[in-house]
């Protein structure tokens, strides 16, 4: 079965930092762009960060610039998200995404919640 797990997601409080974990089985990740996404309730989903299949190229939504980083482990299958200075706007479910020319596979999602 091809697909994506998400993890890492929780409560955190504001200021605090989260490290999420996206781990493919089925496939492996070497040739697929992969990005993190996010949904907050009652908001559209939207992208968070990017990182392209060698590494060598990555990007940040304004929002998350200098706080987020993200980066991916191709021996282990496995694309993380750091995520530092957690505010309540950061609160959503987070999903990862793998893209390669026609396949394209999304993670169930992973939610946090920054709340103190």
């Known amino acids: 079965q091809l697909q994506l797990v998400e993890s890492g997601g929780g409560l955190v409080q504001p200021g605090g930092s989260l490290r999420l974990s996206c781990v493919a089985s089925?496939?492996?990740?070497?040739?697929?762009?992969i990005a993190w996404f996010r949904q907050a309730p009652g908001k559209e989903r939207e992208g968070v960060s990017c990182?392209?299949?060698?590494?060598?190229?990555?990007n940040y939504a304004d929002s998350v610039k200098g706080r987020f980083t993200i980066s991916r482990d191709n021996a282990k299958n496995m694309v993380f998200l750091q995520m530092n200075s957690l505010g309540p706007e950061d609160t959503a479910v987070y999903y990862c995404n793998a893209e390669h020319r026609v396949f394209d596979y999304w993670g169930q999602g992973t939610q946090v919640t920054v709340s103190s």
């Open positions: 990182i392209s299949s060698s590494g060598d190229s990555i």
């Open positions: 089925g496939f492996t990740l070497d040739n697929y762009a």
